[in-house]
């Protein structure tokens, strides 16, 4: 066999391997969008749950899972950038950076059932914080940081070095540099990377569950040490725990989910094109 037909036959393999991926997401999607958009109402987004919650809406959980993405974001982002501006412009290669980062990689691969696990013995129980907002934003950050720092590190990296000899060269301070030439630069990446970290955190259940989230809450809560409804754990009550519900609620809640998630990468990428046509002017 040539190595032509060798290369048009991997192709055509990987075209359907692809396209496999595509239809199954496809059918996910379908089943989930054509099941969940009926129960989109103005009365389903903007209600509390009723009737040992096999009726009414899901606003407690919307509110809630806000909190927690918004709580995330104040945590996780000025750590993570810090961490990555730290590690490519103040210090030297060695084995203590290679340890971080490979601490870092290891942590973005712990299940998030142990970053909940974490959370639970530390802010909720040494700390004292309860299960609260605040100790489910502090968990969730955790399991973010080592997205949000790897994607920072490289998009730092990505920034020309004479940028930063031009700006030296001109009288500017290291720092002057960092803030005002580097890190613009840098911004798009920084952005999607985290938007990205965001969105996987407001899918996850596990952390949330030890740490804040209430099965269920007749009312908003009114500080960050209060718990939270929160739209992945609600979606798990229902589905487990509220035998009599309507099948429009799950899949409802699921809708509102993927949507929110399906947002937030959207939002990720037009930041990143937005950005990329400022540079570009």
């Not at 239809?23 to 903007?46: H, M, N, Q, R, Y």
Request: charged share 10%.
């Amino acid at each position: 066999m040539s190595p032509k037909m060798q290369e048009k036959i991997a192709f055509h393999v990987l075209r359907a391997m692809t396209a496999l991926i595509v239809l199954c997401l496809a059918v996910v999607l379908w089943d989930l969008f054509s099941k969940g958009f009926p129960a989109l109402t103005w009365e389903f987004i903007t209600e509390n749950p009723k009737k040992g919650m096999t009726a009414g809406g899901i606003f407690p959980a919307i509110v809630g899972t806000f909190y927690l993405i918004v709580g995330t974001i104040l945590f996780a982002l000025p750590v993570g950038v810090m961490t990555a501006v730290y590690l490519v412009e103040y210090a030297r290669e060695s084995w203590v950076t290679r340890v971080i980062r490979l601490a870092v990689v290891n942590l973005a691969g712990v299940p998030s059932v142990v970053f909940g696990l974490f959370g639970l013995g530390f802010f909720v129980l040494f700390l004292n914080f309860g299960a609260s907002i605040l100790a489910g934003s502090l968990t969730l950050a955790l399991m973010v940081l080592p997205v949000i720092i790897t994607t920072s590190e490289e998009a730092l990296r990505a920034v020309p070095n004479g940028f930063r000899k031009a700006s030296l060269a001109l009288g500017a301070t290291k720092l002057q540099t960092i803030l005002f030439i580097v890190l613009p630069n840098a911004l798009p990446g920084i952005m999607t990377g985290s938007i990205l970290g965001l969105a996987r955190a407001a899918g996850e259940t596990a952390p949330i569950l030890l740490t804040a989230a209430a099965f269920f809450l007749p009312r908003l809560p009114n500080s960050v040490f209060d718990q939270v409804m929160a739209l992945p754990y609600h979606l798990y009550v229902i589905a487990t725990q509220v035998p009599n519900a309507d099948e429009k609620i799950p899949y409802g809640t699921a809708t509102v989910l993927m949507l929110l998630v399906l947002g937030l990468n959207l939002a990720a990428v037009l930041l990143r094109s937005y950005f990329r046509r400022l540079r570009k002017v």
